[in-house]
């Protein structure tokens, strides 16, 4: 029977004499058998992307295959698959052993398919997994026989794909930070700082600054260098922008001039911006550390040697000002003793 038969099968057979022959009965030389035509077929589906586990705004590609063993021919079956929330997902669609389908679409599976005996349709659909996605996704597709067509074996209508959900690859970045030079005004100092991954994933050069260090008001600011990614000042403050890859570092040299009237200890840190979870975003930050100090977040510090205190001018109050005059009077009056022995006699 054609797999595409329905309604129902009629089929007659026949017998007639010979010449010369009289059949007394010919209302009994044909017979007929008349079936109605039951649709039937087993219908299947199937899902997986490969792997057990996914990350967090990753992604995964899954396999969707629906398939018809027969005997009957499935017109106008349904494939369906409502992907999760933390999933973003487009499909494509081809057929094969005759099967049809919807060549492509984006979002959930609702295509209605063709699938002859021995025929099926293959999805394929790509999808983008959410950065805050965790525990687990499971993710069902099914395939449902058209209305007149028994399934026979309903228990394959349905597959399941499940994968665990591995946090995103986030950055974690630390810095420690040297100074070097003679430490007297006027002189050069030179910061050295050292900006090093240690996450599993790699800082990229997301929105805003991945470092900023701000010069203590006993510096004058010469000049700013880093090995990698892009270095400026402005209004006091050295910016850093770049990336890092995991494992990976970058020194940033910044070079200022101690003022002429500086004194004393002059201290600051440099901050740190990176991305923890890897969603593109600096999230999270740290300060740099003296590694000299052995103290983790310890400000870099020196202290600016042969500075000469201003030697501070002096004051008189209402005595003084009057011992002052007296003194002047003295002098005065001694001068003028000392012109008269000089002068000859009349």
């Known amino acids: 029977i054609s797999a595409a038969a329905a309604g129902s099968i009629s089929n007659t057979a026949t017998v007639a004499a010979p010449g010369g022959v009289t059949d007394p009965n010919p209302g009994n030389n044909s017979a007929t058998d008349t079936d109605t035509l039951g649709a039937s077929a ?159 994933g790699a800082q990229a050069d997301n929105p805003g600054d991945e470092f900023t260090d701000t010069l203590p008001a006993a510096l004058t600011f010469s000049s700013v260098a880093a090995t990698s990614g892009s270095a400026s000042f402005s209004a006091g403050v050295v910016h850093w922008n770049g990336s890092i890859p995991a494992g990976g570092n970058v020194t940033i040299t910044i070079v200022a001039t101690i003022n002429m009237n500086a004194s004393g200890v002059v201290s600051n840190q440099g901050t740190i911006s990176y991305d923890s979870n890897g969603d593109g975003t600096n999230d999270a930050t740290t300060v740099t550390s003296d590694p000299n100090q052995q103290v983790a977040g310890s400000p870099t510090s020196f202290t600016v040697l042969g500075a000469v205190a201003a030697a501070p001018t002096p004051t008189l109050g209402p005595i003084g000002f009057v011992w002052l005059g007296l003194g002047f009077v003295l002098l005065a009056a001694l001068g003028m003793r000392a012109r008269r022995r000089r002068l000859p006699r009349r």
């Open 42 to 200: 087993d219908l299947s589906i199937t899902k997986t992307d490969g792997v057990t586990s996914v990350t967090a705004g990753g992604s995964t590609t899954y396999t969707i295959t629906a398939s018809n063993a027969g005997p009957s021919n499935a017109t106008g079956a349904t494939v369906a698959d409502t992907f999760p929330a933390s999933e973003t997902c487009t499909w494509t669609c081809v057929g094969a052993g005759g099967g049809t389908c919807t060549a492509s679409g984006s979002g959930n599976i609702n295509d209605t398919v063709n699938l002859p005996a021995g025929g099926s349709t293959t999805y394929t659909a790509s999808c983008t997994i959410s950065a805050a996605a965790s525990g687990t996704i499971a993710n069902t597709a099914t395939v449902a026989a058209p209305a007149g067509l028994t399934d026979s074996n309903p228990g394959n209508n349905t597959a399941t794909d499940s994968d665990t959900v591995n946090a995103a690859p986030g950055a974690n970045v630390s810095g420690t930070k040297t100074v070097s030079g003679s430490f007297t005004p006027g002189s050069a100092v030179t910061y050295t700082i050292v900006l090093s991954n240690s996450g599993t």
